[in-house]
Antibody, heavy 124, light 106 residues
Framework: QVQLVQSGAEVKKPGASVKVTCKAS????????ITWVRQAPGQGLEWMGWISPYNANTNYAQKLQGRVTMTTDTSTSTAYMELRSLRSDDTAVYYC?????????????????WGQGTLVTVSS | DIQMTQSPSSLSASVGDRVTITCRAS??????LNWYQQKPGKAPKLLIY???SLQSGVPSRFSGSGSGTDFTLTISSLQPEDFATYYCQQSYSIPRTFGQGTKVEV
């Protein structure tokens, strides 16, 4: 079955970086995008960005530009999301999800399935 | 950015009730609207894509409708496992944006 499995919880100090791993299985990795979404405690869902495993094209949320990098390793069907210069308001559960959209711009884009989530806590 | 506004933010309902959640976009998004369900401590789950297409495996009591700026998610007969938070999400443009969520409570 299609599955995304994420790395475990992280605790980081302000100013540090975190890299979350998302390993895909059960489908052809390069045929779909990977989207990253985060959810602060008790809050709603925030889209962070998208990457195409096929050609490494990315789209990032404006507010994270310069601090976030999304990459993939097609040999292991794994996606990565690195967030730098962490602040306390980056404390959240980070999700990866398979994105139906596989190109740089498409209207047909929905997220299914999702990884189990990775809690990143930023605290001094 | 396209703003997505859901109403209500929360609602109380009983098993067997018909429940309707509304999502409004700040500009026309055609039919490029998806719905997700999230239970506490769990990842969101896709219910409906492109406004009215039911994702495989999702019970038929869930349905979606709308186009342009106004959309609805309907649960025809609420079941105990449907108590959750529901989010709409537009895919018309980048950045993808979500509604703030609607919590369906007992």
């Amino acid at each position: 079955q299609v599955q995304l499995v994420q790395s475990g919880a992280e605790v980081k100090k302000p100013g540090a970086s975190v890299k979350v791993t998302c390993k895909a299985s059960g489908y052809t990795f390069v045929n779909y995008g990977i989207t990253w979404v985060r959810q602060a405690p008790g809050q709603g869902l925030e889209w962070m960005g998208w990457i195409s495993p096929y050609n490494a094209n990315t789209n990032y949320a404006q507010k994270l530009q310069g601090r976030v990098t999304m990459t993939t390793d097609t040999s292991t069907s794994t996606a990565y999301m690195e967030l730098r210069s962490l602040r306390s308001d980056d404390t959240a559960v980070y999700y990866c999800a398979r994105d139906y959209c596989s190109s740089a711009s498409c209207y047909l884009a929905w997220f299914d399935p999702w990884g189990q989530g990775t809690l990143v806590t930023v605290s001094s | 950015d396209i703003q997505m506004t859901q109403s209500p933010s929360s609602l109380s309902a009983s098993v067997g009730d018909r429940v309707t959640i509304t999502c409004r976009a700040s500009q026309s998004i055609s039919i490029y609207l998806n719905w997700y369900q999230q239970k506490p401590g769990k990842a969101p789950k896709l219910l409906i894509y492109t406004a009215s297409s039911l994702q495989s495996g999702v019970p038929s009591r869930f349905s979606g409708s709308g186009s342009g700026t106004d959309f609805t998610l309907t649960i025809s007969s609420l079941q105990p496992e449907d108590f959750a938070t529901y989010y709409c999400q537009q895919s018309y443009s980048i950045p993808r944006t979500f509604g703030q969520g609607t919590k369906v409570e007992v």
